[in-house]
Structure formats: C-alpha cells, structure tokens
C-alpha cells in the first residue's frame, strides 16, 4: 500500500514561530526516514551524514493566512511557503475507492455485461475525450434492455457500430468496413421462399440467413445493408462480389438463426441506454461524512469520482466508506482543539510539539507529547536536531532562530529561557545572520500594518482559550512604532466596539506590544471583560482599555493570569 502524507501543521491564524517550526520539523522528520529507508536498504550506520531528505513522506503545511513578518522570513531564506491545509477531514481521497476503468459510449451490452463480471461491478462509467464523465451504466440498465419490448428497427435507431455485431456473433467479416454503423433499417429473419424475401426486404434492412444463396441474393438486391450468414456457411464469390457492388456488409456466424436473432439486442451501444444527466457524483475533496449523508437518502449502489472540471478518477460506494484512513498529522505550537486546523476530531494525531499549556485536545491513541516550559517551539526543536545528530541546513537553521527571536521578543519576553538564548545564538552561526539586525528588520517587516483592514489585524494572532464553559479569544500585535500603535488604537476601538460578537466568543481582549518599550494596551470587550481585566491586573480600566507596563507575553503574562482569575469566579 502506498505510504501516505503525514502533515505538519501549527495553529490557526500562524505566527513566526508556527510556520517556521512546522517547515523545520518536516525537514528533521524527512532527513529521519530517508535516513532510516537507507539504513535498511544499503546497510549504512545512522551516524552517516546524509544530505538529503528524498523521500517527502512528512509535508509542512498551515491552517491559515501568513502575517507580514513570516512573509519576510520566509522570503529572506528564500524557503517556499506551506500548503495551505483548510482542514484535514477524511476526504473522498483518503478512502480506497475502486478505479473502474472508464469506457466509451459505442461498446455493446454485451462487453459492458462482460466487463461487469470480470470486475464484480454493477456500474460502469462511460467516459469521453480526455477522460471526462459522460455517464453511467447499471445491471439493472442491462436487465431493463432484455425485460422491455422494442422494435426490429432497434440497431438502426441506436446506431449500432458494424463492429458491435462482429463482437456480440463472435463473426467474421466477409465483406464491408467494420467501422461503419446502422443508421436505419429493420432486423428480419430470411427463413421464407424468394418471393417472400423479395416482398419483405428493404433498403438497410438486417438480413439472417443460412446457406441459401437465392436468399442471399435477393436480400442484397432488395437493399439490406448488412447480411448476417449463419452456421459458418461458406459465401459464394458471386455473393461476395454482388455484396461490394451493392456496398452490403456480410458477416458469417458459427450462431444458428434463432440464437443470432435473440442475441441482436446485445449489439446495441450502450449509448442507447446510459443514464447521462442529473448525475450524482463526488469530488476527491469532498469530505466523507457529506458523501455518507448524500449516499443515505439514495438507492444508488456506486458513484462516479470527478474533479471540478469533470475528470473522472474512479468509483465509490458505501461499503468503500467503511473502510477510510484518518488523515494523520503531526501538530507543533499549539495543543487547543480551538486553535487547531478545522477537523482535527476526525483526523489521527501522530505527534505533538509545542511549549504552551496544557490544553483541550483529545487524542485517540496515545501519542509522542513533547511539551516544554520554553520561549519557542523552535527551541524544542533544535535540541531534536541536536538529538538526532543532524545539522540543520542554513535556510532550516535561519528559519529555527527567526521563531525564536519572534517569539521571545529578542529575548525581552519573559517567556524567553536561557536555552532559548542558547539555541538563537547557536542557529544564527549556523544561517550566517546578525541577530540584533535580523531582528530589528524583521520586527519592522511584522510592525508594518499599512493597509490592513481592522478584521485582519485583530485576527493575524488570535487564539481562543476555554475556562470551563466560557470562551475567551486573545490577539495580540507588537511594533517598534508607538504612533503607530496610538493610531492603529482608535481605529479597533471603533471596529471592536460594533463588531466583537463575530468572533464568538465570550470575552475579547485585544493586546497591542511596543517591542522596544516593553509594554502593552488592552481592549476589552464582551460582558464581564472590564471587570476581568481589573482584577487579573489590578488595573483601573479607561472605559475599555488598560495600559500594562512590562507586559508583553500572551502566554506567560496575560493568559495565565486571565484564565486563573476566570477559574477563581467559577469557585
């Protein structure tokens, strides 16, 4: 079975550290089994350097817009971006659905019924072109096309191809061009004297005959289009020659009449009786549970899979949904269900790294928890790669020491530890950068909120915390600029005051971080936000906003204290 992608993902609404963490840890997790597949194959020692991480069985990717400042970082190590990864629900592409080879329009029932058995399908679809759905046939299609009562003029009306014939009568072709089709005409069985024969056959008629060649002569001359000899009886050249002249295709079967007569209708293209509109069809990306909804309230046995311009890739039915593999992933900077990628509950986490609390998340085997009282994720993950004796590469190494100095601020947070000190220093040897001047242009590239709206500010950091049954949502922004700050203040006073509400939560609280003084300014809103707020930071609110000197981490210093205050009510 083919190996599936593991996805590495950091939280919703990414930050620095997020994005660079899950780019980090692919590549360690990438370097890791290649080096492990060729350790297995080739007899290497671990210890070996391989330079190489060839085999992408982990992808990074992020549940959200980047800000600013991961832009430039990204763009200064010149690293591509994530794939965006809206959520990771068990999707039509994650279940082992049949790849029904499709088929054209012009074969017979019979092929169809043979394709049928051969395959153990009950449905076939019909394909076009470059592969493009066109429709579909059923047994039951099959069943209808015996049970119902048609004409002789059936082969003419449904176009039936010369060659369907020569396939249905297992025949052999006499005379004609096997590509042509019946455009018209009736099917008659020549079993009457000459006369009759005359009187009876017209122009493009079906002709069965046997060895008689009078028969056969007047059929030709009467117009048929298509002479059908049974019993494998041998064709005069004067009959053959009369066919070319009258431009009539004959065909010789080892059939008897009454079994070439009663097998005709299996000549007929399928065509005539697939079902081609109102189809009911699923795309890869279409989530499992939306399928078995759909699936429920329909008698239909299979489905065709298409993508969004009509391409069809295989088939699927319920049996084939039972049968689903949870998406897996690997989650890094976060551990609340709130903030994690939509559809987490549907998906099998492998792996969590991360340095926050200790939050809401289920799992549904046990997992690799690596959880550390650190400034960064990026830290945790430099003593991994120290760990598994891997040098990161200067573009991973830079990418390790942007997280850092974003997350701890350039080490004024106080979430900032002395190993986070340590591993910026080691990472910024290793990516060949400066640190105080990386930092400063990178804080500047974050800071710049020119032309952002009020909704894309508040949510570029947001996080939602749950205290038992209330919700509180976070964001935070930093800047060098305090005018910047002071200006970007009235305008989310106005913006938050009208629309806080959709962010559907109970409280908001909205924190704006002057990098080089240290400090911060909160808006609060929702009910019992005020009072929240005064009593976690014995502060006096100016209506909605308090000013917060030295505070700067969402995670050390407001968070904690919001949460511990909040649980104190609930006592």
């Not at 020659?241 to 009449?257: G, K, M, P, S």
Request: aromatic share 6%.
């Amino acid at each position: 079975m083919e190996q599936r992608t593991i996805h590495i993902i950091g939280h919703k609404n990414p930050d620095t550290d997020s994005i660079c963490s899950a780019i980090a840890y692919t590549y360690l997790k990438n370097y890791e089994y290649n080096r492990h597949l060729d350790s297995k194959q080739h007899g290497r020692g671990l210890e070996e350097d391989l330079s190489d991480t060839r085999t992408k069985l982990y992808e990074a990717n992020c549940a959200g817009k980047l800000n600013n400042e991961t832009k430039y970082v990204l763009d200064y190590f010149q690293v591509d971006s994530p794939t965006y990864l809206e959520d990771v629900n068990v999707q039509i592409r994650d279940i082992d659905y049949r790849e029904t080879k499709g088929v054209s329009d012009s074969i017979s029932l019979h092929a169809a019924w043979k394709l049928m058995q051969e395959h153990d399908v009950v449905t076939l679809p019909i394909v076009q072109g470059d592969n493009l759905l066109e429709g579909l046939i059923t047994v039951n299609d099959i069943a209808k096309s015996y049970m119902d009562v048609y004409d002789n003029t059936i082969l003419g009306i449904a176009r039936t191809p010369i060659s369907n014939i020569l396939e249905v009568l297992n025949g052999t072709l006499v005379n004609g061009n096997p590509h042509a089709r019946l455009t018209s005409g009736k099917i008659m069985i020549a079993a009457a004297n000459v006369d009759i024969v005359e009187a009876c056959v017209e122009k493009d008629d079906v002709v069965i005959v046997v060895d008689r060649e009078d028969t056969q002569r007047e059929a030709i001359l009467a117009g048929a289009s298509c002479l059908i000899v049974c019993l494998n009886a041998k064709v005069s050249p004067e009959i053959k020659a009369l066919a070319e002249e009258y431009q009539c295709v004959v065909i010789t079967t080892y059939q008897d009449t009454y079994s070439t007569a009663r097998i005709m209708n299996q000549c007929i293209p399928i065509r005539y009786f697939m079902r081609h509109s109102n189809l009911i069809t699923f795309e890869l990306d279409d989530t499992v549970d939306s399928a078995k909804e759909i699936m429920s309230k329909l008698r239909h046995r299979d489905f065709p899979i298409v993508d969004d311009t009509g391409h069809y890739y295989g088939m699927v039915s319920r049996r084939n949904l039972l049968a689903m593999q949870r998406k897996q992933v690997i989650l890094v900077d976060h551990n609340e269900k709130s903030q994690a990628v939509n559809g987490i509950e549907n998906a099998e986490i492998l792996e969590i790294i991360d340095h926050h609390r200790i939050g809401s998340l289920e799992t549904i085997n046990p997992v690799y928890f690596r959880n550390q009282p650190v400034g960064c994720t990026g830290t945790i993950l430099y003593q991994m790669y120290q760990e598994q004796h891997v040098t990161p590469p200067q573009d991973i190494a830079g990418l390790m020491c942007a997280a850092i100095l974003s997350d701890t601020l350039m080490f004024r947070s106080p979430t900032c530890t002395p190993m986070d000190e340590s591993a910026a220093m080691a990472l910024a040897k290793l990516a060949g950068i400066d640190i105080e001047t990386f930092a400063m242009d990178m804080f500047a590239a974050g800071s710049n909120l020119t032309g952002k709206t009020p909704s894309e500010i508040l949510y570029q950091d947001f996080k939602v915390f749950h205290v038992e049954d209330t919700e509180i949502g976070v964001g935070q922004i930093s800047s060098m600029n305090q005018q910047e700050l002071d200006d970007l203040q009235e305008k989310m006073q106005i913006y938050l005051s009208q629309n806080y509400t959709k962010a559907k939560c109970d409280m908001i609280f909205f924190v704006m971080t002057n990098i080089l003084d240290e400090s911060s300014t909160m808006l609060c809103y929702g009910d019992d936000s005020v009072r929240l707020a005064e009593e976690a930071f014995v502060v006096e609110m100016n209506e909605n906003t308090c000013c917060l000197p030295g505070v700067v981490s969402r995670k050390k210093q407001i968070v904690p204290v919001l949460v511990s205050t909040l649980q104190g009510w609930n006592i």
